[in-house]
């Protein structure tokens, strides 16, 4: 027979005392508190991950496109509807779509606060086009009624007049928040009047098409570009895609919302208007409403060779001179892991970016790596960047300090691992080259 005793009997009769059930709650509370911060860091490594293997996936699609393309080229350009053509049928998007290799729409970068391209709100209308148009790409385009498009006319060109009320352009993946080189989609900037630095250098003789549009390279990155014996690197250097910045709708003014480079928020932060083209555009009845008012829209593409190397600066791709160019990688943002940090001050008061973080990168030999924001601005460590930095973060167009540069603390962030310069030597009339 057990006896209970006076003591104990009271104690279960009663339950616990009010100090026994504080202390209890001020250790779940600490281990709360230990806890959270850890599985937060495992979250977003977790995500980091994601996108990795979304990197890896596209870039087996790349490589199994070039295997297929007569030309050998790994996409047939870049994602930009006004420059490109169709985005249903030209583009890296739709490569991977169309083949079935992948799905980019539903393959987004968990860690971006952006996850509509500045394409999807050109494409349906949002945003405007028409200072990207490329007649040579739409000279004789149709509009979903069959009629031929009228180049003067937006809505020609975007929206349901072009793609007709039954489009299901977002449903099948046409979205991205990841942002291609110049070197995937547009390879090697032509040269024209001795110039070897010129982007805008389509051959023919009124200019041929808008800046960054496809005649001003020789062809998206293909397996010509890696096998020539002029090859100046190799595929594993070469950048093919990284999370993307804010966009800057081609504008660099304004505010920078801690993406680009100075931008303007009119431009770039979804508003009610832009809000409601995207979505009653991907479903007219209202049940999808990806797009909200508040949130960013990303890059689509690198802007190419047009950050110069700071001059006396030693570099893989020759020394600063004062004009020598290479290909910046603004539009791609390190922002995983990253921090909230002061990186400006001027007139328009304090600037802050997302620095100290990382991009996955997507190589063209197939592989993924993360690309460390460590340096850059005013030698700090991290300013946002990765390489090329702007001179003055912040600064507005054609003011000074908007261009963007390279010197040594940049250098150190992506020396070994990614190729700024032209991807084939330029010939000479001697034998050499002028690289």
Not at 23 to 46: D, S
Not at 273 to 278: G, L, S, T
Request: contains cysteine; aromatic residues 6%.
């Amino acid at each position: 027979m057990c006896i209970v005793s006076p003591t104990l009997r009271s104690r279960l009769s009663h339950g616990f005392t009010l100090v026994e059930l504080l202390v209890v709650i001020a250790i779940v509370g600490i281990l709360i508190g230990l806890l959270l911060p850890n599985l937060a860091a495992v979250q977003a490594t977790a995500k980091a991950a994601t996108s990795l293997s979304y990197l890896q996936g596209f870039g087996k699609g790349f490589i199994d496109h070039a295997t297929l393309d007569a030309g050998g080229h790994f996409t047939s350009g870049a994602f930009d509807h006004y420059r490109d053509g169709d985005i249903r049928t030209q583009g890296w998007v739709a490569d991977l779509i169309n083949a079935k290799y992948a799905n980019p729409g539903k393959c987004l970068d968990p860690l971006s606060r952006g996850k509509i391209s500045e394409e999807t709100a050109f494409y349906t209308g949002a945003l405007d086009g028409f200072g990207k148009l490329n007649p040579l790409r739409w000279d004789s385009a149709t509009k979903a009624d069959g009629d031929a498009v009228d180049l003067t006319e937006e809505d020609d060109l975007c929206g349901f007049d072009y793609f007709g009320s039954d489009q299901t352009l977002w449903q099948d993946g046409f979205n991205t928040n990841f942002c291609a080189t110049w070197h995937l989609v547009r390879g090697d900037n032509n040269i024209v009047s001795g110039d070897p630095y010129a982007v805008d250098a389509s051959p023919d003789a009124d200019g041929g098409d808008p800046e960054m549009c496809p005649l001003d390279g020789d062809g998206p990155l293909s397996t010509s570009h890696l096998a020539d014996p002029t090859s100046l690197t190799s595929a594993d250097k070469i950048a093919l895609l990284g999370t993307a910045q804010v966009g800057n709708h081609d504008h660099d003014h304004g505010e920078d919302h801690g993406g680009g480079h100075g931008h303007s928020e009119d431009d770039v932060i979804i508003d009610s208007a832009k809000a409601q083209a995207i979505n009653e555009f991907i479903d007219p009845s209202g049940r999808v409403r990806p797009a909200r008012v508040g949130d960013a829209l990303v890059e689509g593409m690198t802007d190419g060779p047009t950050a110069t190397i700071a001059t006396g600066l030693e570099t893989p791709w020759g020394d600063g001179d004062g004009d020598r160019k290479i290909h910046t990688l603004a539009d791609i943002a390190p922002i995983h892991k990253s921090k909230r940090s002061l990186v400006n001050e001027s007139d328009d008061g304090k600037l802050f970016r997302l620095v100290g973080g990382s991009s996955p990168i997507l190589f063209a030999d197939g592989h993924v790596a993360r690309v460390f924001d460590t340096g850059g601005y005013a030698g700090r460590r991290g300013d946002g960047w990765l390489g090329p930095h702007q001179e003055s973060p912040g600064a507005h167009e054609d003011e000074a300090g908007h261009e963007f540069v390279l010197n040594s603390s940049a250098l150190d962030e992506i020396r070994d691992q990614i190729w700024l310069g032209r991807i084939r030597a330029v010939l000479a009339p001697a034998g050499g080259s002028s690289e």
